[in-house]
């Protein structure tokens, strides 16, 4: 007997299915994060692979707690949906579509976050934060073009190449290396932001041994502020501080 | 301002505010980007970007993952350019005292603003269990309604963020607007200064966060040569 075929996803539908995937947070709530998000932005295509009268216990195993990276989120659905489409066909299937879900949600949001929100988005803001106070008024669009450019591929490319490869798809972001990517970009952060420290300052037209102790304080003062930023202390509080000190210190040297 | 300005504040604040967390996040959410465009639309695109450059660094690092709830740094920024608009006509030879004023109540006033997305977050719990419920009774199409009920929560949680920030520093303001010159007379220190210190504070934020290897050295490194060629430049 032939090996059933499971039902295809066109692409018009892949597409679909990562369009769904923006609006995985619109309910994100307490109780199960995702979970609502996650189980409508599947209902269509499972409403192609089972029954209505069958449709309603699927959608339960998807109806509980699930969080994971905004971005990637499209990777894990196409690949949940590949792997369900064999299952309601009756193919053999390693993992539960529902179950792979739930074993991959975490580690891609650990890898997802650390890239995007922490890497990738900090660089950019930074960058633009630089160029808007170097003068460059289209600094904002640039901050949107350029964050959304990498992420409109993970997010349309992403969900075909789940869908094409199923379970394989942890493997390759794996293999992607995307944690040293993060961290490369973090350094990188850490760079732009002494550049955007000295565009900042640059610009007082003051004589040398002015500037120099000018630079140094500016210096001592981000390095206080990051002790005491690490040490708990709000971040209005250090603003408030930083401002009453700089203009007293500045009342006092007139 | 008039009834046109007010509903396009409206919408802005809303779209950005479903950006932050409800949808697609394209960083239209970024104080930054709903500054500048909120200047843009109210003319008062100059003020509105150093408004902009002012907040975007200050809580770049408080990622929004999982339950973590970071100040309303899009409410606040918005909030602080309409803050400009109704009150630069009032102080046109104090502006920089009325930007780093309405810099620093914004500052306060996000960390209040965050309690409306926390709100939203609550309120969804219940669109969650009534979807749940109607689940279990075989009714799944009510999956949909209730999941894109979500996004009209978040939407009045950010126009209740942005309405409660704009009201409170216009109470505010519209009291210290008596005190302004003495206000300038203790901060006499130069305003483009004083704005100056918002992102450098942001830096040092952002720094905290970051902890990787040789941290203040790259920093430290990275501001005397850019501030070299700068010079030579």
Redesign the interface.
Known sequence: MSEPVPVAVSKWGLLRLALRC??V?????????Q???W??AL?PELREFYPSDK??AV??KY?RYF?T???FVSSVAGATIAIEAKHSQGCDVPIEAHQYADAVMAPV?AVG?ALF??GY??L???F??AL??YGF?W??IL??VL??LP?VVVRICGVWIGYNHGAAVIGMVQRAHLADVA?VL??A??????????????G?HLPLGWAMAT?AL??A???A??FC??KGV???I???T??VS??TL??LL? | MNLANWLMVAAVSTVAGLDR????????A?P??CA??MGYLLDI?VPA?QL??ML??????R?????AVA?DDTQAAIGAVVLIKLFAVHLPEHHWELV?SVG?LV??FA?IGKCFDVWA??I??R???H??RN??R???RS??A??????LV?AVASLASSGFIIASGNFILNIGLGYIDEIAF????DGR??A??????G??????V?R?RH??A??????????AI??IV
């Open positions: 923006l609006f947070q619109s309910s994100w709530n307490y109780r199960q994060f979970g609502l998000g189980c409508v209902l449709l309603a959608l339960s109806l969080n990276n905004t971005f949001a976050d929100w922490g988005r900090s950019i803001c930074c633009a934060v808007a106070a008024w600094a904002p901050l949107v964050f959304n992420v961290l973090k350094r952060t850490v760079v732009l932001l002494g550049a955007v420290c000295a565009v900042l300052v640059h007082a630079n500016v210096v003062i981000v390095l502020a990051v930023l690490r709000p971040t209005a250090v603003l408030c930083v401002i700089v203009t500045s009342k007139m | 967390t409800a949808m697609a996040s394209v960083m239209l970024r930054l980007v500048a465009l695109f970007l902009g450059i975007e660094l200050l809580w770049l690092m990622l929004p993952v999982g339950a100040p780093v620093l500052v306060v960390e977050r609550h969804n719990e669109l969650f269990l979807a749940q689940l279990e075989g009714c799944w999956l949909v209730n999941h894109y009920c979500g996004l978040f203790l901060f006499p220190v200064m004083l100056a210190i918002f992102p450098i504070t830096i040092a934020a952002t720094l905290a970051i990787g941290t203040v790259l920093f430290v490194a990275s501001f005397a040569v850019t501030y700068l010079e």
